[in-house]
């Protein structure tokens, strides 16, 4: 073997080596991009007196996340999606009925750095509403699937709060 050979051959293997470092360079960086842009979903409930109080929807992530399927349950029985009948259920579960917004609309976005209620009342009265904030801490549940615009797939729930003591 002349020097010229030798040379090609480690020439051949850097350029091997260089482009397998830039392949897996650029797997790296759509993955870090794909993270980037995902959507981080909160399921929120807050009561603020002589404000809206309610369940909010709020999206911490820096992409939109499409919210393909939902579940409630109302003291344990399942109602189905969140919209429609089961909405009208939980309304007309509490005294003043609060406004609603279903998701019915599928995928139903919500964009990045937004908050969206889907039960509240505008100005809250502890004394006229406190059976909705019973009701949204105590006896109603959530589930919601959600999407990333990559059609990554993530699930978030509310569950109700027990006020029994702890053991």
Known sequence: ??????????????ATASFAVSIQQGRVTRQHNRHSVAPV????TQRRLGGQTG??????????AFITRSNVWLDGVHLGSWGGQALE???SAVQDRPSGMGMTRRPWAIPAGSTRFILHVENYDAQRHE????LVRHRLAVEITYESIY???????RLPEDDSPPL
């Open 1 to 14: 073997m002349d020097a010229n050979t030798v040379t090609a051959i480690c020439a051949t293997a850097i």
């Open 41 to 44: 979903l909160e399921i929120w």
């Open 55 to 64: 369940i909010s929807l709020a999206n911490h992530g820096l992409g939109p």
């Open 89 to 91: 259920t939980i309304r």
């Open 131 to 134: 059976d909705l904030w019973h």
């Open 151 to 157: 059609g990554e797939s993530y699930v978030i729930a």
